[in-house]
């Protein structure tokens, strides 16, 4: 199959645009990070193929010096974008000790613009005008009952009440300060996803996707430019350390309004059970911010917290 990064085209029952980095369905619209849509577009050449670990890693980590690791975590994140399941997969199949297989179906993209419509027979023209005209009809009757009962209708029903407003926030991708080579950003990048799906649980809130995140990452913005472009009342960022068998994850969380940070925690954990850190800081962090930004007293947890409530 010839390269499709620089043309539109479908797995499955999405269509991929690598120029915009973006995948529809429907009317879902996903935007998509830099690494993952290499990924996509690398899988798609090879469809029904085998990819290999290597493989992958120079086709779409060219240049980068990263491990194994980047390439499970990658998938991980794809899959998810796609809604596949690693179970039962409908797009990205594992292939044990080998690597990976896109099983979906990969088809080049037709703009709808381009294709001429049939033109409608009498039949359907007869069937239209008559909809049209029941329609005509019954517009009329509402707005003439409606005239009559107006003085009925002036006081809204108590049994109706307006949605509270929910506050916004995005997380943004977790640097990765171990070492120049930045070899453990599958490790920050987990933890960005894994506090995305925790903080979406949480009642009163919105949570900006991760792709509309990641499509910000190494870009160099203030706090208003970040969250002006995601549409978000807080930002959820830190950073990730190692020193030895110890991760140091700092997290914290700054109001859009004003730059100023609400809530700051810095945790020390042993790296052997990446999975378990991961669902653990999320689990503090959603925790904090739902006291933080709800005005609720910050409990002092020791190492290098730091609390203003808003």
Request: aromatic share 4%; glycine share 8%.
């Amino acid at each position: 199959m010839s390269p499709l990064s620089g043309s539109a085209f479908r797995v499955g029952a999405w269509s991929v645009d690598p120029r915009s980095g973006r995948i529809t369905r429907d009317s879902e619209s996903l935007r998509v990070d830099d690494r993952s849509m290499r990924l996509l577009v690398c899988l798609a050449e090879h469809a029904g193929r085998t990819v290999t670990i290597d493989q992958l890693l120079d086709e779409v980590w060219a240049g980068a010096v990263v491990s194994q690791d980047s390439v499970y975590q990658a998938i991980t994140s794809l899959r998810r974008l796609l809604g596949d399941d690693r179970k039962a997969p409908a797009y990205i199949a594992t292939v044990p000790r080998q690597g990976y297989r896109l099983v979906a179906s990969v088809a080049p993209d037709v703009d709808p613009a381009t294709t001429t419509p049939s033109p409608p027979s009498r039949r359907r023209l007869g069937l239209v005008a008559g909809c049209a005209a029941v329609v005509a009809v019954a517009v009329g009757l509402v707005v003439l009952g409606r005239g009559n009962t107006a003085g009925a209708l002036r006081s809204p029903s108590p049994a109706v009440s307006r949605q509270q407003p929910r506050q916004a926030l995005a997380v943004l991708p977790f640097l990765d300060l171990t070492s120049q080579a930045m070899n453990e950003e599958y490790v920050a990048d987990g933890v960005t996803e894994e506090l995305v799906t925790r903080l979406s649980g949480m009642d009163g809130w919105r949570v900006s996707a991760p792709t509309d995140s990641f499509a910000l990452k190494g870009k160099t913005m203030t706090v208003a430019q970040t969250a002006t472009a995601l549409d978000v009342d807080y930002l959820v960022d830190g950073s990730l350390r190692r020193s030895g068998d110890t991760l140091r994850i700092s997290a914290r969380v700054v109001r859009a309004t004003d730059g100023s940070v609400v809530w700051s925690q810095s945790y020390d954990r042993s790296s052997r059970d990446l999975l378990q850190v991961q669902d653990e800081i999320a689990g503090q962090v959603a925790e904090a911010l739902g006291r933080c930004c709800r005005g609720q007293p910050q409990p002092s947890r020791g190492g290098a917290a730091r609390a203003a409530v808003p």
